[in-house]
């Protein structure tokens, strides 16, 4: 069974500018979370979708966004971006409350 | 709100050799899940172990096992015969489920490396 999937794997953008982030979650699997990894706040929860709605929002501005397809792939959205966004992305796919699969990660690196 | 804390920045152990990682989380919940999860440098997160709290018996996965103490609220995790493959970050996660979404909560991480 493939693993969860994410697009693209590096990402450069300038501030200001917009970006969207692809998971597609390993088959069967219907939650999808989104995490955020740096070096200063280390691994912090965006939020989980679970059959195309959001069940679970972590502490981030409304700049962070999300959506999932009835497919169970999710996006997530980071509009007007900071120099401070720059991360790795981690998503996450599970069948509902159980244990987290992750993906491989998206590096986003804002200048 | 759930905390998980680990106390060892970085460890070192010898190849062939054991190791165990520290973590105490901080709950009032009596039906959570605790997980141990691997970063190598690829920064690929893969799952190593889970324990359920509600299971009196330490999880065991191949050469990593776990020490569940559920009222001193810690969950150690035993690396036995240490290999080079070994060398990562290694994340102590809490999760409570609620019936109606699923978060993890993680620790700040120890970063272990194997030598020869």
């Known amino acids: 069974k493939a693993g969860v999937t994410q697009t693209p794997r590096y990402l450069i953008k300038t501030r200001g500018q917009q970006v969207t982030l692809s998971c597609s979650p390993i088959s069967g699997h219907r939650s999808v979370s989104w995490y955020q990894q740096t070096p200063g706040q280390g691994l912090q929860f965006l939020f989980e979708y679970f059959s195309e709605t959001q069940r679970n929002k972590g502490n981030f501005p409304g700049r962070f966004s999300g959506r999932q397809f009835s497919n169970s792939r999710s996006e997530m959205n980071v509009s007007t971006l900071e120099l401070g966004d720059s991360a790795l992305y981690l998503c996450?796919?599970?069948?509902?409350?159980?244990?987290?699969?992750f993906g491989p990660g998206t590096r986003l690196l804002v200048l | 709100a759930q905390t998980v804390t680990q106390s060892q920045p970085e460890m070192s152990v010898q190849e062939a050799e054991t190791v165990t990682l520290s973590c105490t989380y901080d709950?009032?919940?009596?039906?959570?899940?605790l997980f141990w999860y691997k970063q190598p440098p690829s920064r690929q997160m893969i799952l190593v172990i889970r324990q359920e709290a509600y299971k009196q018996q330490n999880a065991t996965e191949n050469r990593f096992s776990v020490n569940f103490q559920k009222a001193a609220k810690s969950f150690s995790l035993k690396i036995s015969d240490s290999q080079l493959g070994d060398t990562a970050m290694y994340f102590c996660a809490f999760m409570k489920p609620t019936g109606t979404a699923s978060k993890l909560t993680f620790g700040t991480g120890t970063r272990l490396q194997v030598t020869l």
């Open positions: 996450a796919s599970s069948r509902g409350e159980e244990t987290q699969y």
């Open positions: 709950t009032s919940e009596s039906n959570y899940y």
